[in-house]
């Protein structure tokens, strides 16, 4: 009994210096915004610049929206299309929860804003939550006559949905201003923010997969009927479920609309929700280390790619510059995951420290052999 205590302090203990060590490399990476407030490098040690801050910032709010899809299709089993309706709800939401009545005066200009939201001003924190909480309503009205569908038939409601709330966020100019969008949206989202969520929302999900209402959601999962024998009240945990991914869909969107300071109704078609499938299904569905590790791969990947539609000049020969064959190479990297590696990087397995130290140890004796 007291060796497992002792694994279990050293687990917290490794963890806890995991994080400093992940804040201590943001506060290096934010070296200039850190100078500003007589807190950074020195201006000789190079940071992270601009557009490498933004891609660690979509790193980390692509993660919670990986965790919050994988808990619906990874965890629960359902196979959910409407990300991308929850995101938008979240980020709209949270908008208007942080922009001041002199910027929705002059912003709203086919129709008037609505009065009691002209008024409406909150601080950032409670906006996004309370953009997850909204997501999650929507999720309730939508769940209760969805889920009692399943399979290709829930994805397609789902995905029916999420269209639904694309056309309302268009036509209803007086709340969303319509296709005109919203910009200026004050950039409240950081990677000290961002990580800070990501954090958050990794230990509250990894705390209740590992509690029993876990095994409950994995037993729906792997068959409903054997569940249902059981005792366990299906429609009931899948209503849950779906409602807490949307209630993290909800909190990502919101961070997402801070970040890029711009939101508009083509922003969330269902392309953005098949990025986030694929960044779980790379990941591993059913892992939410793989949805944080996806997360990271696909972002930085989309983003490497970028040099592939530029000219090169290899000296013997000169490539012009291919527009889109970026998503082309990306492509046949994607094939490539579910050909070799079906179950994705992580497949359903969890990162651990006796796993890391398992493995460094097994490395160490091939070393000696060799």
């Keep these: 009994m007291s060796e497992v205590k002792n694994t279990q302090m050293r687990d917290r203990l490794l963890t806890c210096g995991a994080i400093a060590l992940l804040f201590v490399f943001l506060w290096w990476a934010c070296g200039d915004m ?18 490498e801050l933004q891609i660690l910032n979509l790193v980390a709010v692509y993660g919670i929206l990986a965790i919050s899809l994988n808990i619906i ?30 910027q929705k005066e002059m912003m709203w200009l086919i129709e008037e804003i609505l009065p009691p939201l002209a008024n409406l001003y909150t601080p950032f ?17 939508i769940g209760i006559p ?10 397609i409601a789902t995905l029916g949905f999420s269209e639904i709330i694309r056309v309302l966020i268009v036509n209803a100019t007086s709340i969303t201003n319509g296709s005109l969008g919203i ?44 569940a249902q024998v059981m005792g366990i009240n299906v429609f009931h945990t899948k209503l849950f479920s779906f409602c807490l991914g949307a209630f993290l869909a909800g909190v990502g969107g919101a961070l997402l609309g801070n970040l890029l300071t711009t939101i508009d109704p083509k922003m969330f078609t269902f392309l953005l929700t ?4 694929m960044i779980v299904v790379a990941g591993g569905l059913g892992s939410i280390t793989g949805s944080i590790l996806g997360s990271a791969i696909i972002t930085v990947l989309l983003e490497w790619l970028r040099v592939v539609e530029e000219p090169m000049n290899l000296g013997f020969v000169e490539i012009p510059g291919i527009p889109g064959m970026r998503m082309v190479v990306f492509s046949v990297v994607l094939l490539i995951i579910i050909l070799y590696r079906r179950e994705g990087v992580m497949g359903m397995r969890e990162f651990s420290w006796n796993g890391f130290f398992r493995f460094f140890r097994r490395f160490g004796k091939k070393e000696e052999k060799a």
Excluded at 125 to 141: D, K, M, P, Q
Excluded at 146 to 155: E, I, K, Q, S, T
């Design 34 to 51: 850190n100078r500003d407030l007589g807190l950074g490098l020195p201006r000789a040690w190079r940071a992270l610049n601009g557009y």
């Design 73 to 102: 299709y990874g965890f629960t089993g359902m196979f959910s299309l409407g990300h991308a309706g929850f995101m938008a709800i979240g980020a709209y939401v949270s908008a208007l929860c942080v922009l001041t009545p002199d």
């Design 125 to 141: 924190w409670f906006s996004v939550i309370l953009g997850g909480l909204v997501s999650t309503v929507f999720a309730l009205l």
């Design 146 to 155: 969805v889920l009692r569908l399943g399979g290709d038939y829930l994805g």
């Design 183 to 226: 910009k200026g949206i004050p950039c409240y989202t950081d990677v000290y923010t961002s990580f800070i969520w990501l954090i958050v929302v990794t230990f509250c999900i990894v705390r209740l997969l590992n509690s029993n209402f876990g095994n409950v959601l994995k037993a729906v999962r792997d068959d409903e009927i054997a």
């Design 274 to 277: 098949y990025n986030v499938l």
